[in-house]
């Protein structure tokens, strides 16, 4: 598990979207699971400068989205579809053929689930994946009590998460949905790389992760299984960590 810590968002930003680069200068074809939430943000802002003056290629990236909400039209802006196209898809070079984001309003949510799983394999399976971390410890909508073998899935959003995301939805929590398609944590799992991403007010949710038991109660304690895990942490999110981390 190595470590980064650095001041601002924007420092996370330029750290992550660096690594993600030089992977994706490594490999053609190279398979990016992302996350949404406020987090990630200046990531994707980075990785959209880097594809404006630094010539980043994105024509035969693949991507695959953690999540999306059930039965939000795709074009209600807090979609993460429409999330992933403003801050990423439409600023960069990507064949927005080669994007993936779970359908929150398909006919057949199991089947859709299913067929999520398969496109993954079908490409080789994730080469690095974006993550945030909830206030509870969820990882894309994977929330506690989600079984660490669990697989891309309808799930009921907490109340915890519900009131978190409020703010994207004009504070009202009545508006958020109650739903949503996530992949699994047995999903996230089988990613080659984890790249954990996690600012203000997550300290709490990263010690828990990261040094806590492994458990169901805390989904992003199943890092601790995971042999490539690179954490970047702003804004005070890695303070309540003990042990001592490469970066
Ligand atoms: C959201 C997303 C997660 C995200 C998390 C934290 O609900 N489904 O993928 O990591 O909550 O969001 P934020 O970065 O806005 O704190």
New binding site residues.
């Given amino acids: 598990m190595r470590v980064i810590k650095v001041g601002t968002s924007e420092e996370m930003g330029a750290v992550a979207a660096q690594i993600i680069a030089e992977r994706m200068r490594a490999k053609p074809h190279f398979v990016l699971g992302l996350?949404?939430?406020?987090?990630?943000?200046t990531t994707y802002a980075e990785l959209a400068r880097l594809h404006a003056e630094a010539a980043l290629d994105f024509s035969t990236t693949i991507t695959f989205n953690?999540?999306e909400y059930v039965a939000l039209p795709i074009e209600h802006p807090e979609s993460?579809r429409s999330f992933m196209n403003t801050r990423l898809f439409d600023k960069v070079n990507i064949n927005k053929a080669n994007t993936h984001v779970p359908d929150g309003n398909a006919e057949d949510v199991d089947a859709h689930c299913l067929e999520y799983e398969l496109w993954i394999e079908d490409v080789g399976g994730i080469d690095l994946q974006v993550?945030?971390?909830?206030?509870n410890g969820?990882?894309?909508?994977a929330e506690p009590g989600s079984s660490l073998a669990s697989r891309t899935s309808k799930v009921k959003?907490t109340q915890g998460?519900r009131e978190?995301?409020a703010?994207?939805f004009e504070n009202d929590i009545n508006k958020v949905p109650t739903h949503?398609i996530?992949m699994g944590i047995g999903t996230i799992l089988e990613a080659e790389t984890l790249l954990m991403?996690?600012?203000k007010?997550?300290a709490d949710a990263i010690a828990a992760a990261l040094e806590g038991p492994v458990t169901a109660k805390c989904p992003a304690s199943a890092l601790q299984l995971h042999p490539d895990v690179i954490c970047v942490l702003c804004e005070g999110a890695g303070d309540k960590l003990t042990l001592e981390y490469q970066p």
């Fill in positions: 996350a949404t939430g406020g987090t990630p943000e953690l999540d993460y993550l945030g971390i909830g206030h969820h990882i894309g909508f959003l998460t978190a995301n703010r994207f949503a996530s991403l996690a600012g007010g997550k």
